[in-house]
């Protein structure tokens, strides 16, 4: 299992920061740097050819004691593609991932949805599925100030929190300037909480990932 190595008390409610569709040669770096600053460590999911392209990128993820987990290596939907084409798919990205030295315990699927195959892919690949509770529609390109606004109030204990530091398909936006800007926010917002923000892997022991019960973004219920 990759990740941080975490130094706060476990009876610290955590809450978790996850970044999606990297790495990215400007924004994570960027990104990096304002966790850096916020003193906080988190989660990427990453999708393998980008990881092969940079992985420098992956290396200095790393090296700040962040997660590096496994999203995908086509980012397409599971319901769109046959059991087949994603079991190749997860087979590629880690064989990649383990060739860089990172052997993911959590995956995430592209657009967080999952097939009827899905689970026993999981299982199969000794993998854990993560999905997010609180989706800050940073991809749409929403400045931080109003994604900071409808995603505080939501926050809670356990809370997983889906940002992107990468351009991914569903994308409208054309940086990550504004997720860059929301992590000090955040942090600041979790830690007057009470909470810890961090990576998964300090908030989830073994077994206990998120399922089905937390949305993906694009078929969250209108209203919840
Ligand atoms: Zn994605």
Same mark, same amino acid.
């Not at 800007?181 to 990932?209: H, K, M, N, Q, Y």
């Given at each position: 299992?990759?990740? $941080? $190595? ?12 996850? +970044? ?10 960027? /990104?990096?740097? $304002? =966790? ?7 989660? +990427?999911?990453?999708?393998?050819? =980008?990881?092969?392209? +940079?992985?420098?990128?992956?290396? @200095?993820? =790393?090296?700040?004691? !962040?997660?590096? *987990?496994?999203?995908?290596?086509? !980012?397409?939907? !599971?319901?769109?593609?046959?059991? @087949?084409?994603?079991?190749?798919? /997860?087979?590629? &990205?880690?064989? *990649? ?39 800050? !529609?940073?991809?749409? &390109? ?25 351009? &991914? ?10 997720? /860059? ?6 942090? *600041?917002?979790?830690? +007057?909480? &009470? ?8 908030? =989830? ?13 694009? *078929? ?5």
């Amino acid at each position: 299992m990759t990740g $941080a $190595a975490n130094d706060t008390p476990q009876e610290v409610p955590r809450i978790s920061l996850t +970044f999606d569709d990297g790495p990215h040669p400007i924004w994570t770096p960027r /990104v990096l740097g $304002a =966790l850096q600053r916020a003193e906080t460590r988190a989660t +990427f999911f990453v999708v393998a050819p =980008l990881a092969r392209r +940079f992985p420098r990128l992956i290396s @200095e993820i =790393l090296r700040y004691g !962040h997660g590096v *987990e496994f999203h995908c290596t086509e !980012h397409v939907r !599971h319901t769109e593609q046959s059991r @087949e084409e994603v079991e190749a798919d /997860v087979r590629d &990205g880690l064989r *990649e991932l383990r060739r860089q030295g990172v052997c993911p315990r959590f995956w995430r699927p592209p657009w967080g949805v999952l097939a009827p195959f899905t689970a026993e892919i999981t299982c199969a690949f000794g993998l854990e599925l993560a999905l997010w509770t609180e989706g800050t !529609h940073d991809w749409r &390109g929403d400045p931080a100030s109003e994604m900071l606004e409808r995603v505080g109030p939501e926050l809670r204990p356990g809370s997983i929190v889906l940002m992107h530091d990468g351009i &991914g398909p569903g994308a409208l936006r054309s940086g990550c300037g504004e997720t /860059v800007a929301l992590v000090e926010g955040l942090v *600041e917002r979790i830690r +007057f909480l &009470g909470c810890e923000p961090g990576p998964l892997d300090a908030t =989830l022991t073994v077994g206990t990932s998120p399922t089905s019960e937390a949305f993906s973004e694009q *078929e969250r219920p209108v209203g919840t």
